[in-house]
């Protein structure tokens, strides 16, 4: 709670200086920064509950320290950048679950990129938009007083900077187009989607479809239903970004976590492996086993065992081989 | 001379095995399931119901079909994974004729004009038997019907026989001899209702995986459960009684059963004097075979022998189910005797809970042996040899009875005469000789000797490697018909898709192939419910009556049992009720005398050697070795050795081994395990080439029956080194 | 008995009896053909100890009530649903860490590295949904995966269901059942030490002299 609270202040600090004490400030999109604020508090505040569970806290901690471990230090940066090109980026791992769930989670993910790098700084007040001199058709970007970029209104660079936000649009439009047809079409996807699967598609949905609904009605309808379509685009994107932190779209926070998986196995592979207790095979690290068996017992799990120490020291295996024995014992050989 | 045009290497390249693994289009490729066929399973002779889904003409997919009662859905990994020879790569779509550069590409009108051609040729330089025919007994009886019809009466030749010769005519002939038909007398929904199970020579859990729940279901009623076999078996494992008996020694150990249900008189003495003869005879053959003698000879401990007999005799009901352990030897007729004198000695015929019962092992090894493509058999299961029986077929035919071939050679019988001359050309359907005759060498050379050879195929199969002609013919979900499962039951098949590119349904090709021959007036059929139709006609009065059957009627009432003389009858689960089928109503209870099996074990070859099968592979291996899944299970053959055996080899789980038998060797890995007796090995059959376990079995035959003795011979074993590779993990 | 809850007579259970399997496989190649994880297999099955014996070991998500791989999962990836199955990993979420592998007390999640994420049985939740038998107790020929009622258990099959089982010190219930003789946890140590065959010297090598 706190840690959000602060959060939501330091964000609110940035905005002011950003924008020179609300100088530069748009207050058309008030309402979209108390979205904002709010998404950033709800976020820290369910990150910060979640960090706190037993098996996160451990897997934080041991993803930190093998990163830093002097050993792997070295290779570890050193493949960071292609682990977050690859994992985080490219998410190559989604294509070997299946190249169409890959395709459509790319388009939604560079879409909504695209989109928070053009409308957050605006929101904030960071970035805006000034006519050069008394040229009507040359404009400049600034941040706070820093002139970035001029350009002339009829050019590529400013179709591009107007329709930034059509362009996320219909990539966030297609990757939903392509997993709703799955979820219309497959049975298997059609059996295991949730609720909030198709939450989180909706709100996509109607975020781009509102927003590319502003272009039209100001391209090609002369503006007309404009003030409503505004409005109605502002809720979405606001409750959006409130259903962000409780849904679905909280793996946005989660995955990163996946590199600390990696380094965590990293150092777990380099130190001793643990046997199994009953064929003697190597089946895991004994970092991890050491961390589960502390963990277990935090969680009201009891796996020792008087004789054998514990029974998390078999491995997958032996404890299905473990069970089938035990199960024919019990009933003298045949059910 | 058919030899094949390149080497092996070079056509397994083109025309595999390569192994299919997905539906066609891949995982991903959202198929929309036109329509669901429900048919039956393609392996195996229990014919489980199954559910095929398609697409784009194409089988893409299966669903449990749980309204049929034999499996209620149960399937085992075979059927789950039959509709991946569908859209497979190395499915033929063209008719193919030999060149020296390899196969090429023909039209329909060439290769059955030069088939025909050359089987005339071959015939009038010859005479009429020169040209030998052999069909399978995984086609619809529509197709074997067929088969039986174009070698007599288009054709012309005497010599037709069919792979069931390799399966379980042992059964067959047994069962014809004591109880005068060849059918299993009872149907599995009565094993549950036996108080004791006896299991000899099957392995249940491999090779008829649903019959498992019967038993199962026995011994949770309470039922006892007694198994003989070299090889402690998933269902060995935990049986009341193992019997680990020594390969060949089947005689043996029933017999010694058989004299201690006299000596502890645990016989049904009212059903022997009423329903039976020749107990006296039965009883005197075996008055030597005392438990001490007979464990001398099979190696089970006498006290198991005492033990099984009391778990056998004791119950007023019983089950023996018996398969290819038994039936696979010089003497399978004697072992399949020998059962049914331990089920006649104890009344378990004609009731609930009872019988002795073969498990064929084919798709249609029951009904492929009805209906008149067996050497010695006309349509209806009648006797070719019985003037009463040709007479019945050669009106039904619209000939004269001589007209129809007498007995002609047998399968294994047809290789020897093409070595010696006798047999120039051969026309090969549905079934895998380079894989499945015993004594791979021998077989290879005959084919090469062969003038001629034309093979019906939907895959180029090692033996099709040899031939001059291929007509791509159908899968068995491309083409209507029925099987008869080893019940008895005659159940309906129905096509899913129809033949790809330009191949043909078997039964048109074999029709054409008769029209060309010049017999147009008996291949006059369109398509396979014309034959049917001919078949309900022909069979009727014969003892496989299947006259008042309809394929309506079959698929109304999930199958029926023959005899079924009228289409108001019901069918017949359940034999010998009131009497037996010998023409005085009575079973004949004979003799059998234990003899050695033709090949023992000597210091030059001093282990016993066995072969079988894996639950992954069926038969030949011609469609599962294709289906990436099931190779999977099981990657190649393994030998499987007793750790005792082992260490006296310095032989390790994993090793490299050489088995060389009188006729061949292999290698392969060895698998060390406790499971298997310490004086035998085994090896299961379904690989070709260098992989191919009958390059060591004997091609010896039962005098009766004309079985092979795939079950034993005698062998010695050498440790070559270490793995070569991973080896293929066994596991399931 | 502690934890061992009786079935409705007509509440739809999975039972489990491993006593009864053959290893024939059926399950693991069936399991891959279920629409919501095609080609790949949730199902376990493996021999106890080949070289001994040819018992297999097959083995389904048992469904615990309280379920400890849920526990140790960092990222909150595995969910229960209101039918009392426990999920396969929310793709989402799941960042491949293995903790469940490790903490699974019947040795079921696998992670796929390729994937990044861990897959098990999911109770075949998209076919019961729709009314259907799962496809592993479908095909089972031996009846050791076993879909139905209790009262069509009891019917038919003798054992008592049992849905309770001991580890060391923890105590586990499940929405899977498995059949033994009587009522109370099934000691998965119990079998340790036993040579997975049913009969030793099953050749009867002893009795008659082979040494």
Not at chain 2, 26 to 32: F, I, K, N, T, Y
Not at chain 2, 84 to 110: I, K, N, S, V
Not at chain 2, 529 to 554: C, H, K, P, Q
Not at chain 3, 191 to 199: F, H, K, L
Request: glycine content about 10%.
């Amino acid at each position: 709670m706190v840690r959000g609270l602060l959060a939501t202040g330091v964000v609110l600090i940035m905005v002011a200086a950003g924008s020179g004490w609300f100088r530069w400030f748009d207050t058309a999109l008030a309402g979209y920064l108390f979205g904002v604020l709010f998404f950033v508090f709800a976020s820290v505040y369910r990150y910060s509950v979640w960090l706190q569970r037993p098996p996160t806290a451990r897997l934080r901690a041991r993803g930190w320290q093998a990163l830093r471990d002097p050993q792997l230090r070295r290779g570890n940066l050193r493949s960071l950048p292609s682990l977050i090109g690859a994992n985080l980026l490219a998410q190559s791992f989604i294509r070997h679950r299946s190249t169409t769930r890959w395709l459509a989670h790319q388009l939604i993910f560079w879409g909504c990129v695209l989109a928070v790098a053009v409308t957050f700084p605006l929101t904030f007040g960071w970035f805006h938009f000034r006519s050069v001199g008394q040229q009507v058709s040359r404009y400049e970007v600034q941040f706070t007083e820093i002139g970035l970029l001029q350009f002339d209104i009829g050019g590529v660079v400013a179709w591009m900077f107007f329709h930034a936000l059509d362009i996320s649009a219909v990539l966030v439009l297609a990757g939903v187009g392509i997993f709703l047809l799955r979820r219309l079409r497959e049975p298997g996807a059609i059996a295991t989607q949730r609720a909030s699967d198709n939450l989180a598609l909706a709100g996509l949905f109607a975020v781009s479809i509102t927003g590319l609904m502003l272009t039209v009605s100001h391209q090609f309808l002369e503006g007309a239903f404009y003030s409503f379509l505004n409005v109605l685009h502002a809720l979405t994107v606001v409750l959006g970004l409130m259903y962000i932190p409780f849904g679905k779209l909280f793996h946005i926070f989660q995955r990163p976590g996946n590199l600390g998986v990696t380094f965590y196995s990293r150092a777990a592979e380099a130190g001793p492996g643990q046997t199994c207790a009953r064929c003697g095979q190597e089946f895991a690290s004994q970092l991890q086993m050491g961390d589960l068996k502390e963990i277990l017992p935090q969680l009201g799990y009891h796996y020792e065992t008087d004789a054998q120490g514990n029974y998390q020291d078999l491995c997958p295996n032996c404890r299905r081989a473990g069970v089938a024995l035990a199960q024919s014992t019990a009933v003298g050989g045949f059910g | 001379m058919a030899r094949p045009p390149l080497s092996d290497a070079e056509l397994v390249e083109r025309y595999g095995p390569h192994l299919n693994w997905e539906p066609p289009g891949g995982w991903d490729a959202g198929l929309e399931i036109e329509r669901e066929v429900d048919t039956h399973c393609a392996f195996c002779g229990q014919q489980c119901g199954i559910t095929l889904k398609v697409a784009n003409n194409s089988v893409v997919g299966f669903e449990p079909r749980y309204d049929f009662p034999f499996n209620e859905g149960k399937l085992c990994p075979k059927g789950v994974k039959r509709y991946l020879q569908g859209g497979h790569p190395d499915r033929l779509t063209e008719p193919l004729q030999r060149t020296e550069a390899g196969f090429r590409d023909a039209t329909w009108d060439a290769v059955l004009d030069r088939t025909v051609s050359e089987i005339r040729r071959i015939q009038s330089e010859h005479g009429p038997d020169a040209f030998g025919v052999i069909s399978g007994s995984s086609l619809t009886t529509e197709k074997t019907y067929l088969m039986g019809k174009l070698a007599r009466l288009g054709i012309g030749t005497a010599n037709i026989d069919y792979n069931g010769r390799l399966c379980m005519v042992s059964a067959a002939a047994g069962n014809k001899k004591a109880l005068g038909m060849d059918r299993a007398p009872n149907p599995w929904s009565d094993i549950p209702h036996a108080q004791v199970v006896f299991v000899a020579g099957a392995n249940i859990a491999e090779c008829a995986p649903i019959t498992t729940d019967y038993i199962w279901r026995a011994r949770d009623r309470g039922a006892k459960l007694i198994v003989a076999d070299p090889r402690v078996n998933p269902l060995a494992r935990t049986a009341d009684c193992f019997l680990g008996l020594r390969p060949g020694t089947d005689t043996a150990l029933y017999g010694a059963i058989l004299r201690e249900l006299i000596q502890r008189d645990l016989l049904d003495h009212d059903f022997i004097e009423q329903r039976t003869h020749g107990i006296a005879e039965a009883a005197a053959a075996v008055d030597h075979m005392t438990p001490k003698w007979a464990e001398g000879v099979t190696g089970v401990p006498a006290s198991r022998i005492e033990q099984a007999a009391e778990l056998w005799g004791r119950p007023a009901t019983g089950m023996l189910l018996h398969a290819r352990g038994i039936e696979h030897h010089s003497k399978g007729v004697q072992n399949v005797l020998a059962c049914i004198n331990l089920g006649l000695a104890t009344g378990r015929y004609g009731k609930p809970g009872c019988g002795v019962c073969t498990i064929t092992g084919q798709g249609n090894g029951q009904g492929g042996r009805e209906q008149g493509q067996k050497s010695d058999q006309l349509p209806g299961a009648r006797d070719i040899g019985n003037p009463d029986h040709r007479a019945e077929v050669a009106a039904a035919w619209g000939v004269e009875p001589d007209d129809i071939p007498q007995e002609g050679l047998s399968y294994e019988e047809q290789f020897d005469a093409i070595l010696d001359g006798r047999i120039r050309g051969l026309l090969l359907i549905c079934s895998n000789p380079m894989v499945s005759l015993p004594d791979t060498a021998k077989t290879r050379a005959a084919l090469e000797k062969l003038e001629f050879f034309a093979v019906i195929d939907f895959f180029l199969t090692e033996s099709a490697f040899h031939a001059d002609v291929v007509l791509p013919g159908s899968l068995h979900e491309e083409e209507e018909g029925v099987v008869t499962t080893a019940e008895g039951r005659c159940v309906k098949i129905n096509a899913a898709v129809s033949p790809p590119g330009n191949a043909r349904r078997d039964t048109d090709i074999i029709c054409d192939l008769g029209r060309r021959l010049g017999a147009g007036q008996h291949f006059a059929m369109d398509g396979p419910r014309e034959v049917f139709e001919e078949i309900r006609r022909v069979s009727r009065g014969g003892v496989a009556d299947y006259a008042g059957m309809t394929w309506e009627r079959l698929e109304a009432e999930q199958g029926i049992f023959w005899p079924c003389p009228t289409e108001d009858h019901p069918g017949t689960p359940r034999l010998y009720e009131r009497s037996f089928a010998h023409a005085d109503g009575k079973a004949r209870m004979l003799p059998v005398e234990h003899r050695d099996p033709a090949e023992v074990v000597d210091d030059e070859y001093p282990i016993w050697y066995t072969t079988g099968r894996v639950v992954s592979q069926y038969l030949s291996g011609a469609q599962t070795r294709r289906i990436g899944p099931l190779i999977e299970q099981y990657p190649e053959p393994l030998c499987e050795m007793h750790p005792r055996l082992a260490s006296v080899h310095g032989i390790a789980d994993g090793d490299l081994v050489r088995v060389v038998s009188r006729r061949g060797s292999i290698e392969v890995p060895a698998q060390v395990v406790e499971s298997i007796r310490p004086d035998t090995v085994f090896i299961p059959y379904h690989w070709a080439g260098h992989k191919a376990a009958n390059q060591l079995t004997n091609p010896v035959l039962d005098p009766i029956s004309k079985i092979p003795e795939y079950k034993v011979a005698a062998v010695r074993i050498e440790r070559i080194g270490p793995p070569q590779r991973p080896v293929g993990q066994a596991a399931p | 008995m502690m934890g061992t809850k009786l079935p409705g007579s007509d509440e739809l259970i999975f039972v489990i009896d491993q006593s009864r399997c053959i290893g024939c496989g059926a399950c693991v190649t069936a399991c891959a053909e279920c629409d919501t994880h095609k080609g790949t297999s949730m199902m376990h099955l493996d021999y106890v100890d080949r070289s001994q014996s040819t018992q297999t070991a097959p083995m389904v998500c048992m469904h615990c009530d309280d379920p400890t791989c849920a526990s140790v999962c960092p990222a909150d990836a595995i969910k229960q649903g209101d039918d009392l199955l426990v999920q396969s990993a929310d793709q989402s979420r799941c960042i491949a860490c293995s903790n469940c592998v490790y903490a699974c007390p019947f040795g079921v999640p696998e992670v796929y590295p390729e994937r990044n994420m861990m897959m098990k049985c999911d109770g075949c939740y998209d076919r019961r949904s729709e009314g259907k038998a799962p496809m592993c107790a479908s095909v089972c020929p031996s009846e050791a995966l076993w879909f139905g009622t209790a009262d069509e258990f009891d019917r038919t099959r003798a054992g008592t269901l049992a849905n309770s089982f001991q580890f060391g010190g923890q105590h586990v219930t499940t929405n899977v059942y498995t059949v033994t003789h009587e009522l109370g946890p099934v000691d998965a140590l119990l079998g340790r030490g036993e040579t997975p065959q049913a009969v030793t010297d099953p050749f009867g090598l002893e009795e008659v002299g082979v040494s």
